[in-house]
């Protein structure tokens, strides 16, 4: 028979921190799982651009002038 000072009123706390915890722990994992995923999709997006699309975003993006795109589009063409 188990003595009421084994399962007193701290005992359902621990249990609730022991759940939240695990609970806790195991979203965390997912978590970090679906960034690497998404993380390495990415990636794999980027290296598979074509040169001119690159080239027509870093213009878009105002990284380099119209001369330079005209060029370097010239270049690749």
């Given at each position: 028979m188990?003595?009421?000072?084994m399962?007193?009123?701290?005992?359902?706390?621990?249990?609730?921190f022991?759940?939240?915890?695990?609970?806790?722990?195991?979203?965390?994992?997912?978590?970090l799982?679906?960034?690497?995923?998404?993380a390495?999709?990415?990636?794999?997006?980027?290296?598979?651009?074509?040169?001119?699309?690159?080239l027509?975003?870093r213009?878009?993006r105002g990284?380099?002038s119209?001369?330079?795109?005209?060029a370097?589009?010239?270049?690749?063409?």
């Amino acid at each position: 028979m188990i003595s009421d000072r084994m399962m007193g009123p701290g005992m359902g706390l621990w249990m609730t921190f022991n759940l939240l915890f695990w609970l806790l722990l195991t979203v965390g994992i997912v978590l970090l799982a679906v960034w690497a995923v998404d993380a390495i999709r990415r990636t794999r997006e980027r290296e598979s651009e074509l040169p001119l699309e690159i080239l027509k975003k870093r213009y878009a993006r105002g990284e380099i002038s119209k001369e330079e795109y005209e060029a370097k589009k010239q270049d690749l063409l």
